[in-house]
T-cell receptor, first 114, second 114 residues
Framework: AQTVTQSQPEMSVQEAETVTLSCTYDTSESDYYLFWYKQPPSRQMILVIRQEAYKQQNATENRFSVNFQKAAKSFSLKISDSQLGDAAMYFCAYRGNSGYALNFGKGTSLLVTP | DTGVSQDPRHKITKRGQNVTFRCDPISEHNRLYWYRQTLGQGPEFLTYFQNEAQLEKSRLLSDRFSAERPKGSFSTLEIQRTEQGDSAMYLC????????????FGQGTRLTVV
């Protein structure tokens, strides 16, 4: 079974600064997808960024980028120029190429301070 | 269509009662998923529908849980003889059939069993 580990229960960053959230995963598959989801308080989960394992290039979406290290099974999220609206729970998730379900980590609570 | 809709948003029930939740996915989405999220944890997969067919069920889905998706549109999740351990947020998500497509989540139904 695939497991996803987020080792940082909480992180804090000042507005306009950069923060990196860690995620590692365990799998025996060679082809899979990795995701970062954001869950603001009392609001629905939304996709932040996605990475296909077969792509060597790290995904980027505006202020959000990932550092995907396939051999190390690591998938960290970097948030640049942090904004107050970035405060939320962030979940790393894995889905195998032949599977349907997302396997989520326990999440990292991000606090953004003025 | 404004996204995945779940009803009710909150449900308080007495132990032993039956409850039913509804999920309306994004209209053109073939895939529908149910997840359960307890406090401090990431969502855990419960079950998956492709159109009206229930193709996968997690071991978490005990005999007391049943899900349906008649006609491949909305879905219901019923919990019979609720227990305190069933207290959680129940999330519904939907996506297109394509393997690398994004899953869109609803706001969830928060169940409290007293």
């Amino acid at each position: 079974a695939q497991t996803v580990t987020q080792s940082q229960p909480e992180m804090s960053v000042q507005e306009a600064e950069t923060v990196t959230l860690s995620c590692t995963y365990d799998t025996s598959e060679s082809d899979y997808y990795l995701f970062w989801y954001k869950q603001p308080p009392s609001r629905q989960m939304i996709l932040v960024i996605r990475q296909e394992a077969y792509k060597q290039q790290n995904a980027t979406e505006n202020r959000f980028s990932v550092n995907f290290q396939k051999a190390a099974k690591s998938f960290s999220l970097k948030i640049s120029d942090s904004q107050l609206g970035d405060a939320a729970m962030y979940f790393c998730a894995y889905r195998g190429n032949s599977g349907y379900a997302l396997n989520f980590g326990k999440g990292t609570s991000l606090l953004v301070t003025p | 269509d404004t996204g995945v809709s779940q009803d009710p948003r909150h449900k308080i029930t007495k132990r032993g009662q039956n409850v039913t939740f509804r999920c309306d996915p994004i209209s053109e989405h073939n895939r529908l998923y149910w997840y359960r999220q307890t406090l401090g944890q990431g969502p855990e997969f419960l079950t998956y529908f492709q159109n009206e067919a229930q193709l996968e069920k997690s071991r978490l889905l005990s005999d007391r849980f049943s899900a349906e998706r008649p006609k491949g549109s909305f879905s219901t999740l019923e919990i019979q003889r609720t227990e305190q351990g069933d207290s959680a947020m129940y999330l519904c998500a939907s996506s297109l059939l394509s393997v690398n497509t994004e899953a869109f989540f609803g706001q969830g139904t928060r169940l409290t069993v007293v």
